[in-house]
C-alpha cells in the first residue's frame, strides 16, 4: 500500500463503495478484498484508466482508514459507524429506496431516523470531496446511496463539475410520491450539470419528476434539458452502462481460465448441458422464480440429471437486512427440497454456492455455461449478461434473460423471459436448450458484437465528453 500524493484531485469519483472492502480475519490481520456489484466492476477500469481520487466507504464500520494508492488512483475511505452502517445503509439505502426504485418488488420501509442518518452521511461525502477537489475539478457521483452531494457540493463548491449516474432504475412518479422526502432527494440531483440513468424510460420517469419541482421548467419529451429557477441548466439523459469486454474475453482465454473450466466441468460430472445463474443473493434478481421453474422441469423429467446440472452462485449481500435473510433461507429450502427429489446420489440437480469467487473462476464457470440464466424482476442494466457473452467463444450457447433489466433494451436476441410467467420462463429454458446450433448461434454472434461494440470506456467518455460540453 503507498500513501497518496497531496496535490488536489482532477478528476473525483464519489460512491458509497470503495473498489476494494477491508476485512479484518480471525486472527487480526487486514486483507482487501474485491467489493460485490455491477457499480465497481464498471468503474475501476474507468478509474485505473484515468486516475484521479476514488471517495467511499471501505466495508467495515466504527473504522477510520487512511487514504492509499492503488493501482493508479488515490483510495480515499469515508468511515461510518456502526449506526450508521444501519441507519444510513442497511435503513434508508437498502430497506426504503432499493425496494422502491425497484418497483416495490418487496414493501420500502420508511423511518425518520434513518432519513438523518442519510443527510449526514450525504454531508460528510460531500465535505470530503470538497475539501479534496481541485478547482474547476470534474466530480462524478454514483448511485442511490449519495443522491444529496450533488446540490451540498454545487451549495459548497460551484466551480466544479458535477455529474451524476443512477447505476439502478428510476422507479414511475406515481410510486417515487410515496417517499417523504421526495422532494429533497430530487433537489439533491438537481444540484448536478449532468443526470445519467441506464435507460431511456427511467431518465423519462427523472425529468417528469423534475418538471413538478418548483421554478423548474421543461424538459419535455423533445428535450433533455431542465432549466432551474436561477437559469442553471441540468441535462438528463440516458448512458446504458457496459463492461471491460476485452478484459473479460482475454481473462476467459487464458490457459489457466481453460483448465479451471475442465476441472470444473468433470466436477460436475461432465454433463451434456450446464445451466449457469451468477447473482447477489437479492430479492430483485429472481431466483425464487428461476429455482422454482428449473425444479419444476426436473421433476417433470424434462431436464434429465443425468444429463443437466444448474449451476447458482450466489453473492453473500446486505445480510443483516431482513428481507435479505428471509430470501437467504427461502433459497436454502427450495435449493435443499428440489435436490432432495432426486433418485440418484450421483449428482445433485442444482450445485449451489454462497459466495464470491474471484474473477478468474467466475470466468471459467461463464466458460462452462452453455445456458446463461438471468431473471431480475427488476433490474437497472445487469452485467453479469454482458460478461457472460465477452466471456464465450463457442457461439453454441444460450443467454435467458429477463425482460425486465435494462440490458434486455440491448440484447433484444437473448431468449426473452417474464420472471413472474414460471410456465412461459420454463418453455423459453426448454427451447433455449433444444434451438438449433443455428439459431443460437445467430443470437450470441448479434449479442456480441452488441457488448463489444459499446464497451465501459466508451460509457465513461460519453458521460463524461457531455458533461465537460
Ligand atoms: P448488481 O450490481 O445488482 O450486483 P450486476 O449484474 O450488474 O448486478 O453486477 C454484478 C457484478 O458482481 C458482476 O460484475 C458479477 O461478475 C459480480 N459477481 C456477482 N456474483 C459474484 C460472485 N459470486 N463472485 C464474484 N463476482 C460476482
Ligand atoms: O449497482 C447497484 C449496487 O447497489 C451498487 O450501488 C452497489 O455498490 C452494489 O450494487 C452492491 O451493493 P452493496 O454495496 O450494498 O453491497
Known sequence: MTSTSDDLATFIVVANRLPVDRVVNEDGSIDWTTSPGGLVTALEPVMQRKGGAWIGWHGAPDETVEPFHHEGYDIVPIPLSAQEVTEYYEG??????????????????FHREWWDSYRTVNTRFAEEVAKRAAKNATVWVQDYQLQLVPRMLREARPDLKIGFFLHIPFPPIELYQHIPWRGELVDGLLGADLIGFQTPGAAHNFARLAHHRDGVTGPDDSDDIATLSDGRVVKI?????????????????????????EEMRTELGNPSTIIFGVDRLDYTKGLRQRIRAIGELFDEGKLDQEDCVFLQLATPSRERVEEYKILRNDIDLLVGRINSASDTLARPRI????????????AAMYQIADIMI????????????KEYLACRDDDNSALILSE?????????????????????????IMKAINDSPQARAQKMRAMRQQVFAHTIDDWADSFLTELGE
Not at 351 to 362: D, E, G, K, W
Not at 409 to 418: H, T
Open 92 to 109: 434508508f439505502s437498502n430497506a426504503s429506496l432499493w425496494p422502491l426504485y425497484h418497483d416495490c418488488v418487496v414493501d420500502p420501509e
Open 404 to 428: 425486465f433489466a435494462g440490458a434486455a433494451l440491448e440484447l433484444d436476441e437473448a431468449y426473452m423471459i417474464n420472471p413472474y410467467d414460471i410456465d412461459g420462463m420454463k418453455a423459453t
Open 374 to 385: 438471468v431473471t431480475p424482476l427488476r433490474d437497472g442494466m445487469n452485467l453479469v449478461a
Open 237 to 261: 439523459k440516458d448512458f446504458p452502462i457496459s463492461i471491460d469486454a476485452r478484459g473479460f474475453h482475454e481473462l476467459a482465454s487464458s490457459p489457466q481460465v481453460h483448465q479451471e473450466a
Open 351 to 362: 450445485a449451489y454456492r454462497h459466495t464470491s469467487v474471484p474473477r478468474s473462476t467466475l
